[in-house]
């Protein structure tokens, strides 16, 4: 019973430095999701991908990229970290991105820029 | 424009008091689903509850209630006799269609805090 998995849990980087964050799901989910979570912000919506092979910004997409390697996968890229970037970084999925379901999501990973 | 609104930033009590987290919305939408998520202390997001929008009946689930109005756009949670356990973040969210697609649109967070 997995669920969603998210690596690493935690993370330092120095300005300027690349890095990605992975997640799988093993629900057979179709949509995923990644949020930043920072204090007194709830969560924002980085990107999502409705399906296998598609991808879409959402609140706060600069800064940042995604992959949708295949339906289980889906990657967060940062090119040239920033300390604004300093945050939790979660990944959801649900099964069906038009539906009624809750999202599930993983641990997180605590990432930090110097 | 899709909003919710924790306004309770922080919200602390003795263990056995009940407490009520209030979450207020904003959509255009007809159809639409809210849902509460709690994160506790380690972290993790937990789902508690989805109430669509056709449906206003409340819920009860043993200590937990959820109190739906449409009239007031209003999602509020309350806890019956709390526990320590039941401090965490309380999120509360709203699923409606953003851009062509369905997407959650998060509330700030009520941190709850229960001292024994």
């Known amino acids: 019973n997995a669920g969603v998995t998210q690596t690493p849990k935690f993370q330092v980087l120095k300005t300027g430095q690349s890095m990605t964050l992975q997640c799988a799901q093993d629900?057979?989910?179709?949509?995923m999701y990644w949020y930043r979570q920072d204090p007194g912000m709830g969560l924002r919506l980085i990107y999502y991908?409705?399906?296998?092979?598609?991808?879409d910004k959402g609140e706060v997409p600069n800064g940042y990229n995604v992959s949708r390697l295949n339906k289980r996968e889906f990657s967060l890229r940062l090119e040239s970290a920033a300390p604004s970037q300093t945050s939790v970084y979660f990944c959801a999925s649900r099964a069906d991105v038009w539906g009624n379901q809750p999202q599930h999501f993983g641990d997180g990973t605590r990432l930090s820029i110097l | 424009a899709q909003k919710v609104t924790q306004a309770q930033t922080e919200i602390s009590v003795v263990e056995k008091e009940d407490v009520t987290l209030d979450c207020v919305y904003e959509t255009r939408d007809t159809t639409y689903y809210l849902f509460w998520y709690k994160q506790p202390p380690s972290g993790e997001l937990v789902f508690l509850i989805r109430?669509?929008?056709?449906?206003?009946q409340n819920e009860i689930s043993g200590r937990y209630s959820w109190n739906f109005q449409k009239s007031t756009s209003s999602f509020n949670f309350t806890i019956t006799a709390s526990q320590v356990v039941d401090s965490a973040v309380y999120f509360c969210?709203?699923?409606?269609?953003?851009?062509?697609?369905?997407?959650?649109?998060f509330g700030q967070g009520t941190r709850l805090t229960i001292n024994p």
């Open positions: 969210a709203l699923s409606g269609i953003i851009q062509g697609a369905q997407k959650l649109v």
């Open positions: 991908s409705a399906s296998e092979g598609t991808t």
């Open positions: 629900m057979n989910h179709n949509s």
């Open positions: 109430r669509n929008s056709f449906d206003e």
